[in-house]
């Protein structure tokens, strides 16, 4: 049967950053902000709190919602661009602190699109045997962040989510498709130059402020209209299911103007779009997890409604994954 999401969970740190607070320090309106991103607040971290800290909170309340406990973990699949170091992996390191069994833990780098993608390796786990994996999406994009560049600054928020993919016992429950796609050839559109082997920390990167993420807002932005669209279109395809039975579309929380472009390609009414981008801004691999468990709480995803996520990301990476919760 299909593996299927038994539970989700949220964190997101208590601090907000306004679109006020950015008015005080570059050269922006609230009114610009809105109009551009859809963008009203987002929540950071202080200096102290890392990715797996809020992995950690969200992961501990998807393994109440799924009513078992760290050591009936199979697996844990981690999406993030924002680890806690280069290795070992953010996966290990809660697969630590929750006490879990010395279990496959590993972390999944594909931008924005991290959860999806983890979500897809997360299900042939489940396929192959293992049960009870965790799939998790959290970042600290903040803490990359460059506050000088008045064009990204504000996009950016930090936050986890985490899902426990079971076994299935019905057929129509579940995982119904899944779509991954990539192309590499643009990735200087969007990507964080400096820290890898391509060009190692020193003060001449930091002092160029080269660990910082870079992106060329207008040609993501085309990007990424046709990557959600694309997703969209090519997941449901494989599921032979219309748009217009989807009951929710939750699209990576990127910019409002490309959640709108992909709904009205799609033919979908808002009201089938779930949008919590004013509260949270851009949390990259988070931003799916929230926005699900969010949708969750408040009665808009129920059992047996049929769910479309869709991401795009950094690589440049996009995915679509259809589930019948």
């Not at 953010?90 to 999806?116: E, H, N, P, W």
């Not at 959640?259 to 799609?266: F, G, Q, Y």
């Not at 979908?268 to 969750?296: C, Q, R």
Request: hydrophobic fraction near 45%.
């Amino acid at each position: 049967m299909r593996p299927y999401l038994a539970s989700i969970g949220a964190y997101v740190p208590e601090k907000i950053l306004t679109n006020a607070d950015f008015e005080k320090i570059i050269d922006t309106t609230d009114e610009w902000i809105r109009t551009r991103s859809g963008i009203v607040e987002r929540h950071v971290t202080d200096e102290k709190t890392t990715t797996s800290d809020l992995a950690v909170i969200a992961v501990k309340r998807a393994l109440e919602g799924a009513k078992i406990t760290a050591v009936d973990v199979g697996a844990i699949v981690v999406g993030t661009a924002t680890p806690d170091m280069p290795f070992p992996s953010t996966a290990c390191l809660i697969q630590s602190r929750i006490g879990a069994r010395k279990i496959m833990s590993f972390d999944v780098t594909a931008g924005c699109s991290g959860f999806l993608y983890a979500l897809g390796v997360g299900e042939s786990l489940v396929k192959s045997g293992i049960d009870n994996v965790l799939v998790v999406g959290a970042e600290t994009l903040t803490k990359i962040t460059d506050y000088t560049d008045r064009t990204s600054c504000f996009l950016f928020g930090d936050g986890a989510g985490a899902v426990v993919l079971k076994k299935g016992n019905e057929e129509n429950r579940g995982i119904l498709a899944s779509y991954f796609a990539a192309d590499g050839a643009d990735w200087r559109l969007l990507y964080q130059p400096a820290g890898g082997s391509r060009m190692p920390a020193s003060h001449k990167t930091v002092d160029e402020k080269l660990h910082v993420i870079k992106m060329a807002g207008n040609e993501v932005f085309k990007f990424a209209t046709r990557a959600l669209i694309d997703a969209s279109l090519q997941t449901l395809k494989l599921a032979n299911i219309p748009p217009e039975k989807i009951d929710l579309l939750i699209p990576h929380q990127a910019n409002i103007r490309i959640i709108e472009a992909t709904a009205k390609r799609l033919q979908l009414g808002m009201d089938k779009v779930f949008i919590n981008i004013d509260k949270y801004g851009n949390t990259s691999s988070a931003s799916i997890p929230l926005a699900l468990d969010e949708a969750v709480k408040s009665g808009r995803v129920k059992s047996g409604s049929l769910v479309l996520m869709v991401a795009f990301g950094a690589g440049f990476t996009w995915a679509g994954v259809l589930v019948r919760w």
